[in-house]
């Protein structure tokens, strides 16, 4: 590429921070169309800026995102108390290397966006710049608009927050895997005892139809009637492994058409939560990978 053919230096910084801005934003919103659409007035905002007196144009670019993720993040906490059943994060078809950065992984995963869902909008943006993208306290502060002091605090409490609720110990992509194959063997075998084997007493079961796709309307609690459902979704759909959200889950087909993403949580070996996304509108992005980064 000739220096002439080179994009605009606002276009060139956009370009090589996207895929970390499309994550942070993500990452505190949940969802892949919010993520895109805060992306596009990040955008905005950046071509009106004066890069001669940007210094750091990558923090500049991340904060300007982490303002507009917030202020949606408020708008969507209210769209989701009108949400039809249980609200659960877009899955995102993730290439596999992703699984290789263990702490991106964990921080995308199914089972961390619930528990960052039980963050406040201002806590939740400061446990993701902190913690996954390991901003500095002062450069966090100029993004969510606290004092350095304030942000310390706030990710203290954050971090006590997510400690008591994530799943137990580090569970690496090959025991999720693990589980996933003999979780799929026994639904579609239907052999019960095998899959009573693998799920916790207390396994709890979301499912998001979002009022468009027939879904329970409240957490399916306890080993026996999560089975139950499980056993009645081998009749219909077919189970397919892929790679969601820098994890091993199921893609569910019905003749050939997806119809249902599933990831699991696992704590201490067993199943103790499944995640079965329905909503149509949701699973656009499995039909191609989704780049995410730090």
């Known amino acids: 590429m000739s220096q002439d053919d080179r994009p605009d230096p606002a276009t ?17 919103l949940g969802s892949a169309a919010d993520a895109e659409d805060v992306l596009q007035e990040t955008w905005l905002r950046w071509v009106g800026v004066d890069l001669d007196i ?3 144009r990558r923090a500049y670019l991340v904060r300007i995102t982490t303002r507009q993720a ?21 899955p995102l078809l993730t290439a596999p290397d992703v699984a290789e950065d263990v702490e991106l992984a964990d921080s995308v995963s199914m089972a961390m966006l619930l528990v960052l869902e039980t963050l406040g909008p201002t806590e939740r943006a400061v446990f993701v710049l902190r913690e ?30 997510v400690a008591a609720r994530r799943p137990r110990g580090v569970v690496s992509p090959a025991e999720t895997r693990d ?30 139809g979002g009022g468009i796709k027939r879904a329970a309307l409240a957490p399916v609690v306890g080993i026996d009637r999560v089975a139950e459902v499980l056993g009645r979704i ?10 969601v959200n820098g994890y091993p889950a ?12 599933m990831a699991v949580r696992i704590d201490e070996g067993l199943i103790t939560g499944l995640y079965a996304v329905r909503n149509p509108e949701k699973l656009s992005h499995l039909e191609r990978e989704t780049t995410v980064s730090r």
Request: net charge negative; hydrophobic share 45%; glycine share 4%.
């Open 12 to 28: 060139e910084a956009f370009l090589a921070h996207r895929n970390l801005l499309f994550t942070v934003a993500y990452e505190m």
């Open 54 to 56: 940007v210094q750091d």
């Open 70 to 90: 917030l202020g949606r993040l408020r708008t969507l906490g209210r769209r989701k108390e009108s949400y039809v059943g249980p609200w659960l994060p877009e």
């Open 132 to 161: 996954v993208f390991d901003l500095e306290y002062d450069e966090i502060a100029e993004a969510v608009d606290k004092s350095p002091a304030a942000v310390r605090q706030i990710a203290h409490r954050a971090r006590a927050h």
């Open 179 to 208: 589980a996933l194959e003999a979780f799929q063997r026994a639904v579609e075998t239907g052999d019960l005892q095998r899959l009573l084997d693998i799920l916790a007493p207390d396994v709890v079961l979301l499912t998001d």
């Open 234 to 243: 081998a009749e219909t759909m077919s189970l397919r492994p892929a790679q």
């Open 250 to 261: 199921l893609i569910l087909r019905i003749n050939g058409e997806v119809d249902a993403v």
